[in-house]
């Protein structure tokens, strides 16, 4: 009895069954029998209440009395009545972070790095120096192979090649123009390294914009691009400028369309009602799509304007599982102007808990605009898209089991209010060199190759040649002295050996005369 001496009697029902009380005006109120809604089950006879499907578990849909074990890998929260993938709780994102400026954004020292880096395994295949020194052997190995002609072979015809080949190498010295037949051997390695500076070059010249560039293959760092970036905030207070503007104006008029799905849930379209603010005044719109798949309830509803409330009512109280909230919108191309196709989604959930019956959602667009600078001195080109902030607090959004039960409401309510920052995303990309650049800073780097081997081979004269001279002139005064001490030594053993022949022969007569 209550305390207006209303008499409520209430009968026990079956498991899988909860007391009701029916919409009659009859004294006193007797309970009647009702299936467990979905989600929920019974396991006692009794005047309790049904419960909901702990987690892991699922309802199939009839007046049940225990919990059917679900599939591992699924989605199954608590009072779950479907069997429901993980991928229906995907979250889509379109934009990713801008990328960072290399370390090095001079020509100079990128084009220096990659001719003089030597690598292993596929580094040391695409390695220039590796190959200008595999050229560099083999002009040593033709200067040995000459230096025994030389000194092994003395044959009037082996002179007559060396010559000739000596005659073919003074004609390709680039070096000493003509001056050293060796500095022609090295000239081939200086066109190796040369011709590979140039081929990285043309390569690298093509890896902008990096939206049409693949892996750089042509050096050891395949990530390489001949491109700098830049990031910023700009305030939507001050004007845009004059090559920004139709990039904002296409944004601004971009159609939207507010995608909803509520997962995990049997809920239906016929209990479905939208409204939208207008100024102070509410008003009743229309979705564009609606169905349940799969006890997936999906809305697609086109939004009047793009700052904008929006409340989405179901009429019935039912169990649902997680929320799913994104927004599309077509994609457009005017001149250099490229607006994104839009179509990103965030989704909601928490184990343990059910979805609550008012669901307040905040949804803030940012604008992100990208330039991409043109390589031959040409308008630049844009391209726009929105980018999403979700402001929810999960605790607000999802109750639990005891919290779900003694709930009274009868309506479940989704509040998404749409707005946008005051300030927007302003990336920039521009060429690291271009090509008037990259060609000067070769030649440049042709002049240095042929300057750094004069200057060995000007050290080879200047040092190493004056060493050898010296050297071999010591050696020269030490054969010759040691040569000179030889003969002296052999003219005082003739002369003595003559001064004692001398004086036998005056012995003789006078022995005789004796």
Same mark, same amino acid.
């Given at each position: 009895?209550?305390?207006?001496?209303?008499?409520?009697?209430?009968?026990?029902?079956?498991?899988?069954?909860?007391?009701?009380?029916?919409?009659?005006?009859?004294?006193?109120?007797?309970?009647?029998?009702?299936p467990c809604p979905l989600g929920m089950y019974k396991d006692q006879t009794g005047i309790n209440d049904c419960m909901l499907y702990p987690t892991g578990t699922k309802n199939s849909g009839n007046a049940t009395i225990q919990c059917t074990p679900c599939?591992?890998?699924?989605?199954?929260?608590?009072?779950?009545?479907?069997?429901?993938?993980?991928?229906?709780?995907?979250?889509?994102?379109?934009?990713?972070?801008?990328?960072?400026?290399?370390?090095?954004?001079?020509?100079?020292?990128?084009?220096?790095?990659?001719?003089?880096?030597?690598?292993?395994?596929?580094?040391?295949?695409?390695?220039?120096?590796?190959?200008?020194?595999?050229?560099?052997?083999?002009?040593?190995?033709?200067?040995?192979?000459m230096g025994m002609l030389k000194f092994f072979i003395r044959h009037h015809t082996c002179a007559q090649i060396r010559k000739r080949i000596q005659w073919i190498f003074k004609k390709t010295d680039l070096i000493r123009e003509g001056e050293l037949w060796?500095?022609?051997?090295?000239?081939?390695?200086?066109?190796?390294?040369?011709?590979?500076?140039?081929?990285?070059?043309?390569?690298?010249?093509?890896?902008?914009?990096?939206?049409?560039?693949?892996?750089?293959?042509?050096?050891?760092?395949?990530?390489?691009?001949?491109?700098?970036?830049?990031?910023?905030?700009?305030?939507?207070?001050?004007?845009?400028?004059?090559?920004?503007?139709?990039?904002?104006?296409?944004?601004?008029?971009?159609?939207?369309?507010?995608?909803?799905?509520?997962?995990?849930?049997?809920?239906?379209?016929?209990?479905?009602?939208?409204?939208?603010?207008?100024?102070?005044?509410?008003?009743?719109?229309?979705?564009?799509?609606?169905?349940?798949?799969?006890?997936?309830?999906?809305?697609?509803?086109?939004?009047?304007?793009?700052?904008?409330?929006?409340?989405?009512?179901?009429?019935?109280?039912?169990?649902i599982g997680a929320l799913r909230i994104g927004v599309s919108g077509d994609k457009h191309e005017e001149d250099s102007y490229k607006l994104q196709e839009l179509n990103f989604y965030g989704s909601f959930s928490k184990n343990g808990s059910v979805l609550?019956?008012?669901?307040?959602?905040?949804? #803030?667009?940012?604008?992100? =605009?990208?330039?991409?600078?043109?390589?031959?001195? *040409? %308008? @630049?080109?844009?391209? +726009?898209?929105?980018?999403?902030?979700?402001?929810?607090?999960?605790?607000?959004?999802?109750?639990?089991?005891?919290?779900?039960?003694?709930?009274?409401?009868?309506?479940?309510?989704?509040?998404?209010?749409?707005?946008?920052?005051?300030?927007?995303?302003?990336?920039?990309?521009?060429?690291?060199?271009?090509?008037?650049?990259?060609?000067?800073?070769?030649?440049?780097?042709?002049?240095?190759?042929?300057?750094?081997?004069?200057?060995?081979?000007?050290?080879?004269?200047?040092?190493?040649? #004056?060493?050898?001279?010296? =050297?071999?002139?010591?050696?020269?005064?030490?054969? *010759? %002295? @040691?040569?000179?001490? +030889?003969?002296?030594?052999?003219?005082?053993?003739?002369?003595?050996?003559?001064?004692?022949?001398?004086?036998?022969?005056?012995?003789?007569?006078?022995?005789?005369?004796?």
């Open positions: 009895m209550d305390s207006s001496g209303n008499l409520l009697i209430f009968n026990p029902t079956p498991p899988g069954f909860y007391p009701s009380i029916r919409a009659t005006r009859s004294i006193p109120f007797i309970t009647f029998p009702e599939a591992s890998g699924e989605f199954y929260p608590l009072g779950s009545v479907s069997e429901i993938s993980q991928s229906a709780l995907k979250t889509i994102e379109q934009v990713i972070a801008y990328p960072k400026s290399p370390d090095t954004t001079i020509f100079d020292e990128i084009l220096i790095q990659n001719m003089f880096h030597i690598g292993s395994g596929r580094y040391l295949l695409v390695s220039p120096l590796f190959w200008t020194l595999i050229v560099v052997g083999l002009a040593l190995l033709v200067v040995i192979i060796v500095g022609g051997l090295i000239s081939f390695s200086i066109v190796v390294l040369v011709s590979f500076a140039y081929a990285f070059s043309n390569a690298y010249l093509k890896q902008y914009p990096i939206e049409t560039s693949t892996d750089s293959y042509f050096a050891c760092d395949l990530s390489i691009r001949n491109a700098k970036f830049q990031t910023h905030l700009q305030t939507l207070a001050i004007p845009p400028p004059e090559t920004e503007r139709k990039m904002f104006d296409l944004l601004n008029e971009q159609s939207l369309l507010l995608n909803v799905d509520f997962i995990n849930t049997f809920i239906n379209c016929d209990v479905v009602s939208i409204q939208a603010l207008f100024s102070n005044i509410w008003s009743t719109i229309r979705w564009s799509n609606c169905q349940n798949i799969d006890s997936i309830l999906s809305l697609s509803i086109p939004l009047p304007h793009q700052h904008i409330s929006v409340e989405i009512t179901l009429a019935q109280v039912q169990t609550a019956q008012i669901l307040p959602v905040s949804l #803030t667009l940012t604008k992100v =605009i990208n330039e991409t600078l043109s390589m031959k001195g *040409e %308008k @630049s080109n844009f391209s +726009g898209i929105y980018i999403p902030t979700y402001t929810i607090d999960l605790n607000n959004l999802f109750i639990s089991r005891d919290q779900y039960i003694r709930s009274t409401s009868q309506a479940i309510i989704l509040s998404i209010v749409l707005s946008e920052t005051p300030y927007y995303v302003k990336n920039q990309q521009q060429p690291i060199a271009k090509q008037p650049e990259i060609i000067f800073h070769n030649v440049l780097f042709t002049v240095v190759c042929l300057e750094i081997f004069g200057l060995i081979f000007i050290l080879y004269k200047l040092i190493f040649k #004056t060493i050898y001279h010296s =050297i071999c002139w010591v050696v020269f005064r030490h054969h *010759e %002295k @040691s040569k000179k001490n +030889g003969e002296e030594m052999n003219s005082d053993f003739k002369y003595s050996n003559t001064w004692s022949n001398t004086s036998d022969v005056d012995e003789h007569p006078i022995t005789d005369v004796f």
